[in-house]
C-alpha cells in the first residue's frame, strides 16, 4: 500500500488528453511540491514534472503537472504512441522523514 | 552530463548482506546535493530506502531503518547501499539517483540504469 494513491491504470487515443491523479495527505503533497516520473518498459525512471508543473529541459510541453491541496494530477496532451509507460508521483514526507511514491500508473495508449 | 552507475553483486543469499556502490561522472559528489537509493521489485513500484549528504547525514526509510546504511566515498566519487538480513522480497531493481534542489523543491533529477540484485540461495 502506497502512501500516495494513484489509480493502476488509465487509456487514451492516439491525439487525446488524459490526465493522472496522485492523492495524498498533509504531510506529503500539502505542505511540499509533487514531481513526476515516466518509466518506460526495462528502463530506468526519468523526471518529467518538478515542483508540481514544471517541466525539465527536453520534455515536450505534451506533459504538464498541477497541485491543489493534497492531490496533484498529471496531464498528456496530444496522446502518442510512445506515451505508453508507467507514471509515478513522489513527495517528500515529513511526518516519515522521507520521499514516497505513488504506486504508479501504467499508461496504454489504445 | 550527470551519470550514475550501480554496481554490486547480482545474487545475494538470504540472510545475507546486499552491498551496492553508485558511482558517479559528469559531476562531485561532494556538491550540494542528496544522494538517494530507490528499489522496485519486479512488476511493482518505486520504494524510496534512504539518502546520504555530503555532510553525512542521513535518511532512511522507517520500514527499512534497522536493515539499512548508505555511506560515501568522496575519494572515489561513490556511494553505497548496505542493506542485511535480506529475503526474497529484496529481491529487486536497485537505482541509485541524485536530488536536486531548485528554488526550494526537491525532485530525483538523475537516475542510474538501475541493477537487478536476486536474493536467493
Known amino acids: 500500500q502506497s502512501v500516495l494513491t494513484q489509480p493502476p491504470s488509465a487509456s487514451g487515443t492516439p491525439g487525446q488528453r488524459v490526465t493522472v491523479s496522485c492523492s495524498g495527505s498533509?504531510?506529503?503533497?500539502?505542505?511540499?511540491?509533487v514531481s513526476w516520473y515516466q518509466q518506460l518498459p526495462e528502463t530506468a525512471p526519468k523526471l518529467l514534472i518538478h515542483s508540481n508543473n514544471q517541466r525539465p529541459s527536453g520534455v515536450p510541453d505534451r506533459f504538464s503537472g498541477s497541485k491543489s491541496g493534497t492531490s496533484a494530477s498529471l496531464a498528456i496532451s496530444g496522446l502518442q504512441s510512445e506515451d505508453e509507460a508507467d507514471y509515478y508521483c513522489a513527495a517528500w514526507d515529513g511526518s516519515l522523514s522521507g520521499w514516497v511514491f505513488g504506486g504508479g500508473t501504467k499508461l496504454t495508449v489504445l | 552530463q550527470v551519470q550514475l552507475q550501480e554496481s554490486g553483486p547480482r545474487l545475494v543469499k538470504p540472510s545475507g548482506t546486499l552491498s551496492l556502490t553508485c558511482t558517479v561522472s559528469g559531476g562531485s559528489i561532494s556538491s550540494s546535493h542528496w544522494w538517494s537509493w530507490v528499489r522496485q521489485p519486479p512488476g511493482k513500484g518505486l520504494e524510496w530506502l534512504g539518502e546520504?549528504?555530503?555532510?553525512?547525514?542521513?535518511n532512511y526509510n522507517a520500514s527499512l531503518k534497522s536493515r539499512v546504511s548508505i555511506s560515501m566515498d568522496k575519494s572515489k566519487n561513490q556511494f553505497s547501499l548496505n542493506l542485511n538480513s535480506v529475503t526474497a522480497a529484496d529481491t529487486a531493481v536497485f537505482y541509485c539517483?541524485?536530488?536536486?534542489?531548485?528554488?526550494?523543491?526537491?525532485?530525483?533529477?538523475?537516475w542510474g540504469q538501475g541493477t537487478l540484485v536476486t536474493v536467493s540461495s
Open positions: 546520504i549528504h555530503p555532510s553525512g547525514t542521513t
Open positions: 539517483a541524485r536530488v536536486d534542489k531548485l528554488l526550494g523543491e526537491y525532485f530525483f533529477a538523475y
Open positions: 498533509n504531510s506529503n503533497i500539502g505542505p511540499n511540491s
